[in-house]
């Protein structure tokens, strides 16, 4: 059996990444260490991330609520940490320290991943009785059944929240309607262990992470010197390493972790992280220098007999704990993030008058102008991991063919489809159908194949001083959000009678995510290394994430309106999620279209804050050099 998005990847990577490398040639050699290193961090992130949202409502039986507030603190802290890790690596550590110790913390927390136990139960009690739903099958074609005696049967949610049993004998101990308040619902928990580990795992990668992402980002920047037209495709094709790890492990993750186990889908993401770690090291003479701490010396200063080095790397570990807190609690991440940032807005605000001239301080104005648009842009982008994963679940056919088809020795066929038919002796099957997390390789898979046409463009313009502004560019990525959310709302007629939606509708959706995603997210990691000065570059990175943080956490807000009930990681009703869904994507859709025409509107001032740092010089074809 082969899996037709792995065949899919494996020629969309051959077929892009040879554009891809010999466009780096022209570049630092440095950039292929950062290059690697992020592509293994992101293909541990990822895979993750295929698997979280699933993960919680399968596995633990988390409602959607819940599980959205829980993937909401997770990733909103995801973001959030970076702040510490910048400012640490600012004043002390330096960047490559950071990434070091940071990778460490990944490689242990995505192992723990790998540590599930039991799924969750759910139960209801009638009459002094408790029966259990059991899940049978997996993915989208799981079934849930309620365990009566000996015999599992089939059920229906009844209006008020009550259950019909059908095919239940006369003489059955439960009555075969189960009216809302003669029952009284409840979950067995499997194993008592696993959702501690859980939390732990990810707070291991949430301060990982803290320490890592920002500055990596910072090292790429410091590659190229001032007015270096090269950068912007630089930073594309770092975007692209980012997305090939982002794009395997959906495919390798996310089908591992569906069709195997999830510990088997947690733990490659491990390996993953582990394979960047040792990649990042191997590279160091190719970084040039650049990373290094700003006062070495500083570092080897002993406190009560402990370097400074090892305290800094002490501090991140007594951290873990506090996260280990607050991941669980939404509300409090929430009132964290504002404290957050209220402080490191108000920190470079005190720089910004106390130490940087006019021109400099306009710069960093427009550098969290584009942090605060960020903000917005993820918002309604980061529904891809919570409410977009639901929707490709419950309501996507993820079937990419109605009907099998036989070419030669050939079979191609979703497995249902190939249970439903005959196969030939010797035949080779195709799986034409798709996990439900694997629908996340669609914005990696399209990133791929135009992050290089982007790097062409960008450069193009650079050269020719015709490059757009930032601004006008972010308007143009919200413009794009917008409409593909707006996709599957005008898709809604062409729904089946599962209140399934063709894949293709939701495969266009993320083809419009990211036209807006590279039109944005990597333009806006140039900008801050571009704006910054370079004394408080790893900040405003920082910066950047933070936007991203309180994306995040406004992404897991908005997705809660599209939840339905569930019982054992299952809807009730099809229906009402599709509604729900619909409704909420028609609202965000609109409003990322009216803040792109706002932002359009403000670049005409706003491109004059930049006092020339976006401004280019031609390079020297020969040498790379800027002339």
């Given at each position: 059996?082969?899996?037709?998005?792995?065949?899919?990847g494996?020629?969309?990577?051959?077929?892009?990444?040879?554009?891809?490398?010999?466009?780096?040639?022209?570049?630092?050699?440095?950039?292929?260490?950062?290059?690697?290193?992020?592509?293994?961090?992101?293909?541990?992130?990822?895979?993750?991330?295929?698997?979280?949202?699933?993960?919680?409502?399968?596995?633990?039986?988390?409602?959607?609520?819940?599980?959205?507030?829980?993937?909401?603190?997770?990733?909103?802290?995801?973001?959030?940490?970076?702040?510490?890790?910048g400012?640490?690596?600012?004043?002390?550590?330096?960047?490559?320290?950071?990434?070091?110790?940071?990778?460490?913390?990944?490689?242990?927390?995505?192992?723990?991943m790998?540590?599930?136990?039991?799924?969750?139960?759910?139960?209801?009690?009638?009459?002094?009785?408790?029966?259990?739903?059991?899940?049978?099958?997996?993915?989208?074609?799981?079934?849930?059944?309620?365990?009566?005696?000996?015999?599992?049967?089939?059920?229906?949610g009844?209006?008020?929240?009550?259950?019909v049993?059908?095919g239940?004998?006369?003489?059955?101990?439960?009555?075969?309607?189960?009216?809302?308040?003669?029952?009284?619902?409840?979950?067995?928990?499997?194993?008592?262990?696993?959702e501690?580990?859980?939390?732990?795992?990810?707070?291991?990668?949430?301060?990982?992470?803290?320490?890592?992402?920002?500055?990596?980002?910072?090292?790429?920047?410091?590659?190229y010197p001032?007015?270096?037209?090269?950068?912007?495709a630089?930073?594309?094709?770092?975007?692209?390493?980012?997305?090939?790890?982002?794009f395997w492990?959906?495919?390798?993750?996310?089908?591992?972790?569906?069709n195997?186990?999830?510990?088997?889908?947690?733990?490659?993401?491990?390996?993953?992280?582990l394979?960047?770690?040792?990649?990042?090291i191997?590279?160091?003479?190719?970084?040039?220098?650049?990373?290094?701490?700003?006062?070495?010396?500083v570092?080897?200063?002993?406190?009560?007999?402990?370097?400074?080095?090892?305290?800094?790397?002490?501090?991140?570990?007594?951290?873990?704990?506090?996260?280990?807190?607050?991941?669980?609690k939404?509300?409090?991440?929430?009132?964290?993030?504002?404290?957050?940032?209220?402080?490191?807005?108000?920190?470079?605000f005190?720089?910004?008058?106390?130490?940087?001239?006019?021109q400099?301080?306009f710069?960093?104005g427009?550098a969290?102008i584009?942090?605060?648009?960020?903000?917005?842009?993820?918002?309604?982008?980061e529904?891809?991991?919570?409410?977009?994963?639901?929707?490709?679940?419950?309501?996507?056919?993820?079937?990419?063919?109605?009907?099998?088809?036989?070419?030669?020795?050939?079979?191609?066929?979703?497995?249902?489809?190939?249970?439903a038919?005959?196969?030939?002796?010797?035949?080779?099957w195709?799986?034409?159908?798709?996990?439900?997390?694997?629908?996340?390789?669609?914005?990696?898979?399209?990133?791929?194949?135009?992050?290089?046409?982007?790097?062409?463009?960008f450069?193009?313009?650079?050269?020719?001083?015709?490059?757009?502004?930032p601004?006008?560019?972010?308007?143009?990525?919200?413009?794009?959000?917008?409409?593909?959310?707006?996709?599957?709302?005008?898709?809604?007629?062409?729904?089946?009678?599962?209140?399934?939606?063709?894949?293709?509708?939701?495969?266009?959706?993320?083809?419009?995510?990211t036209?807006?995603?590279l039109?944005?997210?990597?333009?806006?990691?140039?900008?801050?290394?571009?704006?910054?000065?370079?004394?408080?570059?790893?900040?405003?990175?920082?910066?950047?994430?933070?936007?991203?943080?309180?994306?995040?956490?406004?992404?897991?807000?908005?997705?809660?309106?599209?939840?339905?009930?569930?019982?054992?990681?299952?809807?009730?009703?099809?229906?009402?999620?599709l509604?729900?869904?619909?409704?909420?994507?028609?609202?965000?859709?609109?409003?990322?279209?009216?803040i792109?025409?706002?932002?359009?509107?403000?670049?005409?001032?706003?491109?004059?804050?930049?006092?020339?740092?976006?401004?280019?010089?031609?390079?020297?074809p020969?040498?790379?050099?800027v002339?």
């Amino acid at each position: 059996m082969i899996n037709i998005v792995i065949v899919a990847g494996i020629v969309v990577t051959i077929l892009t990444a040879i554009p891809v490398l010999l466009q780096m040639r022209n570049h630092p050699k440095g950039l292929f260490v950062c290059f690697f290193a992020e592509m293994w961090e992101r293909f541990s992130y990822y895979g993750m991330r295929a698997l979280l949202i699933y993960y919680l409502v399968r596995h633990f039986l988390f409602t959607d609520d819940h599980a959205n507030e829980q993937y909401g603190s997770y990733t909103t802290l995801i973001y959030l940490l970076p702040l510490l890790g910048g400012l640490i690596a600012d004043r002390w550590l330096g960047t490559r320290k950071a990434i070091v110790f940071g990778a460490i913390l990944l490689v242990l927390g995505h192992f723990g991943m790998a540590f599930e136990g039991k799924a969750n139960v759910d139960t209801i009690a009638y009459q002094g009785h408790t029966y259990e739903f059991v899940v049978e099958g997996k993915g989208q074609d799981r079934d849930v059944k309620l365990q009566v005696g000996d015999h599992r049967y089939d059920w229906q949610g009844s209006a008020g929240g009550g259950y019909v049993i059908e095919g239940l004998p006369a003489d059955a101990p439960i009555p075969a309607v189960l009216p809302a308040g003669s029952f009284t619902k409840g979950m067995k928990v499997s194993t008592p262990w696993a959702e501690s580990a859980f939390y732990l795992s990810i707070s291991l990668i949430i301060m990982g992470v803290g320490f890592m992402k920002p500055n990596i980002s910072s090292i790429v920047g410091q590659l190229y010197p001032d007015k270096d037209p090269r950068r912007d495709a630089g930073f594309q094709f770092y975007y692209y390493g980012i997305n090939l790890g982002s794009f395997w492990a959906a495919a390798l993750c996310g089908y591992l972790g569906e069709n195997v186990g999830w510990w088997a889908g947690f733990g490659l993401a491990g390996i993953g992280m582990l394979a960047g770690l040792i990649m990042f090291i191997l590279g160091k003479k190719w970084l040039e220098g650049k990373g290094e701490p700003p006062k070495p010396e500083v570092l080897k200063e002993k406190v009560v007999g402990v370097s400074k080095e090892n305290l800094i790397y002490l501090f991140g570990l007594l951290c873990v704990p506090v996260i280990y807190f607050l991941v669980q609690k939404n509300q409090i991440v929430g009132t964290a993030l504002i404290g957050g940032s209220l402080l490191i807005v108000g920190y470079v605000f005190f720089q910004m008058f106390t130490k940087y001239d006019v021109q400099e301080r306009f710069r960093l104005g427009l550098a969290m102008i584009l942090s605060f648009a960020s903000a917005i842009f993820f918002a309604l982008f980061e529904q891809a991991g919570s409410s977009l994963s639901l929707f490709a679940e419950r309501n996507t056919d993820l079937n990419i063919m109605k009907a099998p088809m036989v070419i030669g020795k050939f079979v191609l066929a979703s497995q249902d489809q190939l249970a439903a038919m005959t196969v030939p002796a010797g035949s080779i099957w195709i799986d034409m159908g798709m996990t439900a997390s694997q629908t996340q390789t669609f914005n990696a898979g399209f990133i791929l194949i135009f992050a290089p046409v982007f790097a062409a463009i960008f450069t193009f313009l650079g050269n020719r001083q015709m490059d757009p502004d930032p601004v006008k560019k972010f308007a143009f990525g919200l413009l794009n959000v917008g409409l593909g959310f707006l996709v599957l709302v005008w898709a809604a007629p062409l729904a089946d009678a599962n209140f399934r939606l063709p894949v293709f509708f939701l495969l266009l959706t993320y083809l419009f995510h990211t036209i807006g995603e590279l039109s944005l997210s990597p333009v806006g990691l140039s900008q801050q290394t571009k704006l910054s000065p370079p004394t408080i570059v790893a900040t405003m990175m920082a910066i950047w994430f933070l936007g991203a943080s309180n994306g995040q956490y406004i992404a897991a807000f908005i997705s809660k309106f599209a939840s339905t009930e569930t019982v054992g990681g299952k809807v009730l009703d099809n229906k009402s999620a599709l509604i729900s869904s619909l409704d909420t994507f028609q609202f965000i859709g609109w409003l990322g279209i009216g803040i792109a025409i706002a932002f359009f509107l403000l670049s005409f001032v706003l491109k004059k804050w930049s006092y020339g740092a976006n401004d280019t010089a031609p390079v020297d074809p020969g040498t790379t050099e800027v002339i």
